[in-house]
């Protein structure tokens, strides 16, 4: 049973570029999670997802962050415009349907690891 | 906002011996937390976790213990190996989005 698959698992990205990065959750999952990893530090909740439902995207920049779920096919979270400081680990997760007061485990993928140069 | 916040960035220990690695939590309200490890390079990876309705819960060599009262959950590692060394994240990880610490990185020396 495949766990959570994120692609590329590096991108290099010049200033002013997009970045895409997708991630394909654990079979039976509908719920997808982003966060992203500066060095150093911790895992900074970034957006929620359904299938095509963002759930809660509290945690996502205001300009040029954007994800989506599709009916179909992988999660895709895209930065436009990329800028040095873009440049961190985005980590996928996911988990199976949660109940509205409840806590779910949620499983990570390995990471797509974004230099923007 | 709610918080979680680890005590100390770095712990090391000698090889067999136990490791205790504290977390704090801000949300009165928080009823799930988890514990991961992440190591150089990769992906969170899930240890352990309890609910509110529970004060300590055993895995293999781990054992979690949360205190309601003063919001504090702990992870304790029984006779560290190196393998154990990684940065380890606790999580409040209730309804809705995951909300991490910064981690603590355990080094084990041989």
């Known amino acids: 049973n495949a766990g959570v698959m994120q692609n590329p698992r590096h991108l290099v990205r010049r200033r002013g570029q997009e970045a895409r990065l997708r991630c394909s959750p654990m079979?039976?999952?509908?719920?997808v999670y982003w966060y992203r990893q500066l060095p150093e530090e911790g895992l900074k909740f970034m957006v929620y997802l359904q299938k095509e439902n963002i759930i809660d995207e509290s945690g996502m920049p205001k300009e040029r962050f954007s994800a989506e779920f599709p009916k179909e096919g992988p999660s895709i979270l895209r930065i436009q415009q990329v800028v040095r400081g873009d440049s961190a680990a985005y980590f996928c997760a996911s988990s199976p349907s949660r109940g509205r007061n409840s806590g779910n485990t949620i499983y990570f993928g390995e990471g797509s690891w974004l230099t923007v140069v | 906002g709610e918080s979680v916040g680890l005590h100390l960035p770095t712990l090391s220990v000698q090889e067999g011996d136990n490791s205790i690695i504290n977390c704090a939590y801000s949300n009165s309200a928080s009823d799930y937390f988890i514990w991961y490890k992440q190591e150089s390079g990769k992906g969170p990876q899930f240890i352990i976790d309890i609910r509110s309705n529970m004060d300590k819960r055993q895995g293999q060599r781990v054992t979690v213990l949360l205190n309601k009262t003063v919001k504090h959950l702990s992870l304790q590692i029984a006779a560290t190996q190196p393998g154990d060394s990684a940065v380890y994240f606790c999580a409040d990880s209730g309804a809705g989005k995951s909300t991490f610490g910064d981690g603590t990185t355990l080094t084990v020396k041989p």
């Open positions: 079979k039976g999952h509908s719920h």
